[in-house]
Structure formats: structure tokens, C-alpha cells
């Protein structure tokens, strides 16, 4: 079983910035990529960034320029450096690990779903 735990959340005020956290745990052999989505209050679940295990990374226009994506393979975390925070980035925040392999004999592997963390950006 792959556990995702996110941290990093909270309230900031516009301008401000916030660092998300999310950690794989489990029996992993191999992730293909990371990445972050948010859904807005009311809105669908959106795309923030991921990033692959060869560090190619890709962002949502609107983040784009704000917003950092990296990775640690070493330790199956992947970190969001959120700068220049608007209120309209406030949303609950999900860490997504996209084609987990448990074992080299696993050739497919499957996505695993963070529990969310709030991101309020208000004055």
C-alpha cells in the first residue's frame, strides 16, 4: 500500500508565499511523476504542476512564472514553492503520484491520491 501525506498548507495573505509538501510511503519500486491539483471552491479538480522522474516539468498557465514544482526521487517527495499568491489560489490542494510500481514485475503501476491541504490566500 503507497500513502501520500501532504503538509504545507494554510491561510496567507495576497503576495504571499506557501511551500506544499507531499510524501510517498509504501512499497514502491519506481513513480513516474508528481504533481499537484487544486480544486476551487465550487470548480472541478485542475492541474497545478507536475513533474516527471527525468525532472520535466509542466504548469498551468495561470501558475506559470508564480508557482515551483521540484522533486526528490531519493525520497519520493515532490515540494510546491507557491510565490506572489492570489486569492483566486485558494483552493484544497492535492498531491497526485501518477504510475506508482510496487515492484519491478509491476509494469504498470497505479495513481494514488494525497488526502488535500487548504490553501486560503485572504486579507
Known amino acids: 500500500q503507497v500513502q501520500l501525506v501532504e503538509s504545507g498548507g494554510g491561510l496567507v495573505q495576497p503576495g504571499g508565499s506557501l511551500r506544499l509538501s507531499c510524501a510517498a510511503s509504501?512499497?514502491?519500486?519506481?513513480?513516474?511523476?508528481m504533481g499537484w491539483y487544486r480544486q476551487p471552491p465550487g470548480n472541478q479538480r485542475e492541474l497545478v504542476a507536475s513533474?516527471?522522474?527525468?525532472?520535466?516539468?509542466n504548469y498551468a498557465d495561470s501558475v506559470k512564472g508564480r508557482f515551483t514544482i521540484s522533486r526528490d526521487n531519493a525520497k519520493n517527495t515532490v515540494y510546491l514553492q507557491m510565490n506572489s499568491l492570489k486569492p483566486e489560489d485558494t483552493a484544497v490542494y492535492f498531491c497526485?503520484?501518477?504510475?506508482?510500481?510496487?515492484?519491478?514485475?509491476?509494469?504498470?503501476?497505479?495513481?494514488?491520491w494525497g488526502q488535500g491541504t487548504q490553501v486560503t490566500v485572504s486579507s
Open positions: 497526485n503520484a501518477d504510475r506508482v510500481r510496487t515492484a519491478m514485475t509491476d509494469p504498470f503501476g497505479r495513481d494514488y
Open positions: 509504501g512499497t514502491i519500486f519506481s513513480i513516474y511523476a
Open positions: 513533474i516527471t522522474s527525468s525532472i520535466r516539468t
